[in-house]
């Protein structure tokens, strides 16, 4: 659809949904005329969940998703003169033509062209019958031309029918985007399948059957109808993000998409499958950039499922369930009805073995949601592992189910109810039409789970660090050495006094009543660390926040490092990883990496190192040669990259850890290599909660904030030593009262408390889905195309040839690096 780029204050990447959707469904998979007319009494009941602009009688977007008709095709395509041959399976593709005759036509042809070459072949086409007088001006004025496409099927056995089609549309897709054949962005094939049909428009849910004649036709039946009512909440409504989407019809807020977007970047150069003929490059991008996050959760899901695995098995791996700190329980195999329960169960070993595999194939896509998917042979449902969208359902006792956003939705005599609840969060309501029966949560997920031995892969391939043997550690900085890296890395009274001292000693940051004070880092006279130009993100569309205390149900920091394989295979060696505690290490733990090999495990220490000598300039060639010694170390078979900063002198300065991190992060992505291994970060400049998020936000799978723990660590005659050479030298000291600690407790301690609270305000609960981009927001475009190219910046702010002098003006011998103020480990 005609889409509006960034200008002023616009940005698109905001788009968010917050909605209604609901479904009915025949148990005994009966089609029927009812259940239509009941999809669209559920849709007009949903009205005050969707939203309309200045005109009143332009929606944000409204549809139905219903089984093919095939009575009902046939006979349109009798009454057209089309020969689909009796007993020869056909598909119906809904699709959006611009308006233009030259560029409606050219779109035909590339999607004809795409269907003969995977050997199908196009019947006719169907002017499908609308009335624009119910639609709005505003909508009318960017509505597309409307055509059915019928193809017959041959060639291929009906299990490959529906991977074909998507084979098909993605071809067209690409073709009509990259050709310039439709400039405004009018094409959008709203389903192509053997299966469902999607029926939906920008339209207000009233419309919808009066601008679709077919809606009305008495012969259009099915056993399924899911509908869905759109309130747009930050982005412009348009015809092709109406939904229900090919599969699913979502309300709520994907909070980590850029991330899942950027990290199935990442995984583009592994994803191989031999159920798709003539490879998976030709049809990427999978996921379509620019689109809604609801867009985007259905071209994942599409791709999971069509790649092989079930509606279930896709919804599993992308909106797990809270399962790290959940009580174990054996599994019952004769365990039935948990569709009725009235909370979540608690979960087996087994099912707990799933989720921790399938997290090192793809990351979960996190926020509130209540997402409804159909293939045209299930329906069902899901929540969010907070369970924060609202879903209720009823089973009638002439086998109907209807489930929606809120109950009322459809008038069923108290004598007609068979049950009713609420859904769990992470449960899922699955009504199966082909077994004819309401298949329950425990059963679903057992079946999954069941699938390989999932448990002894992860005993026998996963490695926790805690576990490992204790290699080597550097020994720890003190003395005029600790005061000389403390000025380097711009450390400071106030920093440590308020920031440091209160994680050591409480094991958690600091919270003050008078806000944050500090001036922006883009407009300092001083030489802020990179960390400055960044501020926290918000669940915008969300509340309230996460509480992590009260809730830390669904909240973990468990974190794996390692190389990541294909998506699509399940064997073994894809959970070959390492796994940590949490993301924040100290230099115990660091050793330890270092030395591991255990077979697989191959580390590699980068320095990010460069002479001052090289001026201003020298900063983009030593990011250059940094990357491509990652990349020559990837290449050379090391899978554990270690980004390190230490060795600062008189003569030497590090890239700043977040520009260093972020630029072999996309290096990487863009050479395709970023997950043939995992990046940790060891650095002196990290020590607020702030950096360490950043970091993970940008890559890192760990980060060892070594000058900051050492602050805290060692025994206290140590400090008082530091204390007296300070004070001889006129310098303030500040006092830190630390226990002797042996690992990474600064921030190790702070991070459940603190780090969670970062991750809840964003509606992040694992964080592995922090990660990249973080969920900040930088002051500064060009700083953020230098530092990452997926992470949007909402002012000018500061530009990178300004970052390159302050980083030679703030170097270790010169006395304008906040002398006099620098924070000593003491007691």
């Not at 095939?70 to 593709?93: Q, T």
């Not at 702070?750 to 780090?755: H, K, L, S, V």
Request: hydrophobic share 45%.
């Amino acid at each position: 659809m005609p889409q509006t780029s960034w200008t002023g204050l616009v940005d698109p990447h905001h788009g968010r949904d917050a909605c209604g959707v609901g479904f009915v469904a025949d148990i005994k998979g009966v089609k029927s005329r009812d259940i239509v007319d009941d999809g669209l009494e559920i849709l007009r009941r949903l009205s005050h969940r969707g939203a309309c602009g200045a005109d009143a009688e332009t929606g944000d977007g409204a549809g139905i998703l219903l089984q093919l008709p095939e009575r009902w095709f046939r006979a349109e395509a009798a009454r057209l003169g089309f020969d689909l041959a009796p007993n020869r399976r056909f598909a119906v593709g809904q699709v959006f033509l611009p308006p233009g005759r030259e560029e409606r036509a050219a779109c035909e042809a590339i999607l004809e062209q795409a269907i003969a070459a995977e050997g199908q072949r196009v019947v006719g086409w169907r002017d499908v019958p609308i009335d624009p007088a119910h639609v709005g001006q505003v909508a009318r004025d960017v509505m597309p031309v409307i055509r059915q496409v019928y193809v017959r099927m041959r060639r291929v056995p009906p299990s490959a029918w529906e991977r074909t089609l998507y084979v098909i549309r993605k071809l067209a897709e690409n073709r009509v985007r990259d050709g310039g054949a439709d400039p405004r962005g009018y094409f959008h094939v709203a389903s192509l399948s053997t299966e469902t049909i999607v029926y939906k428009g920008l339209l207000l849910p009233r419309q919808l059957p009066l601008f679709y004649a077919d809606l009305r036709a008495p012969e259009l039946t099915s056993a399924i109808a899911v509908v869905h009512s759109r309130f747009s909440t930050n982005t412009f409504p348009t015809w092709d993000l109406a939904q229900p989407f090919r599969y699913i019809a979502h309300n709520g807020e994907i909070n980590t998409l850029r991330g899942n977007t950027n990290w199935m970047q990442a995984r583009k150069s592994q994803l191989k499958s031999a159920k798709f003929s003539g490879g998976l490059e030709r049809l990427f991008p999978i996921i379509v950039p620019g689109k809604s996050d609801s867009a985007q959760f259905d071209n994942m899901v599409e791709l999971l499922t069509l790649g092989g695995r079930t509606l279930p098995h896709a919804m599993m791996m992308m909106i797990p369930e809270a399962w790290d700190a959940r009580e174990d329980q054996p599994a019952d195999p004769a365990s039935t009805g948990s569709w009725a329960a009235s909370a979540p169960a608690a979960i087996d070993e087994d099912r707990k073995s799933f989720y921790r595999y399938a997290s090192s194939l793809v990351e979960p896509w996190d926020g509130p949601a209540a997402i409804v998917f159909s293939d045209g042979q299930l329906v069902g449902a899901t929540l969010d592992r907070n369970g924060l969208r609202p879903a209720r359902w009823t089973v009638t006792t002439d086998d109907r189910v209807i489930l929606a956003s809120e109950t009322g939705v459809i008038d069923v005599p108290p004598e007609r109810v068979r049950a009713k609840g609420r859904l769990q969060p992470g449960m899922m309501f699955v009504v199966d039409t082909a077994e004819r029966r309401i298949v329950d949560d425990a059963e679903l997920k057992r079946e999954v789970a069941g699938r390989f031995p999932y448990r002894k892969w992860l005993a026998k391939n996963v490695f926790d660090l805690e576990a490992l043997d204790v290699g080597a550690a550097p020994p720890r900085i003190t003395g005029d050495e600790l005061m000389r890296l403390a000025r380097a890395h711009g450390y400071t009274d106030e920093c440590v006094g308020m920031l440091v001292e209160a994680m050591a000693t409480d094991g958690k940051e600091p919270v003050g009543s008078m806000g944050n004070d500090a001036p922006l880092a883009v407009l300092s006279d001083h030489a802020p660390n990179l960390f400055a130009y960044f501020h926290q993100l918000f669940a915008q569309v969300t509340n309230p926040a996460i509480d992590p205390i009260r809730e830390a149900l669904v909240m973990s920091l468990e974190t794996t490092m390692g190389p990541d394989g294909n998506t699509f295979d399940e064997t073994p060696e894809q959970c070959h990883q390492l796994r940590l505690r949490g993301p924040v290490i100290g230099t115990r733990d660091l050793a330890k990496i270092r030395a591991v090999h255990e077979g697989v495990f191959d580390p590699v220490t980068l320095s990010l190192l460069w002479p001052i000598a090289d001026g201003p300039d020298g900063l983009a060639a030593a990011v250059d040669r940094l990357c491509r010694a990652a990349a020559a170390a990837i290449d050379d078979g090391h899978n554990l990259l270690i980004l390190s900063d230490r060795g600062v002198d008189a003569r030497h300065i590090a890239i700043p850890s977040l520009l260093a991190l972020s630029a072999v992060q996309q290096y990487l992505v863009t050479a395709g290599t970023r997950m043939q291994a995992g990046l940790i970060i060891e650095t002196a400049e990290a020590r607020e909660v702030h950096d360490i998020a950043l970091l993970i936000g940008y890559g890192a799978a760990a980060v060892s904030p070594y000058l900051a723990l050492d602050l805290v660590d060692g025994d206290r005659r140590a400090r008082r030593d530091d204390v007296e050479h300070a004070a001889q030298r006129g310098q303030r000291v500040v006092l830190v009262v630390a226990q002797p600690l042996e690992r990474a407790e600064l921030v190790a301690i702070a991070e459940p408390d603190r780090g969670l609270q970062r991750r809840d305000r964003r509606r992040v609960p694992l964080v592995e889905l922090a990660a990249p981009p973080p969920l900040v927001l930088a002051a500064g475009r060009q700083l953020v195309r230098v530092v990452a190219v997926a992470r949007r910046a909402e002012s000018a702010g500061v530009a990178h040839d300004r970052l390159d002098a302050e980083l030679v003006k703030a170097d270790p011998g010169d006395p304008r690096r906040r002398a006099g103020e620098v924070a000593v480990d003491q007691l």
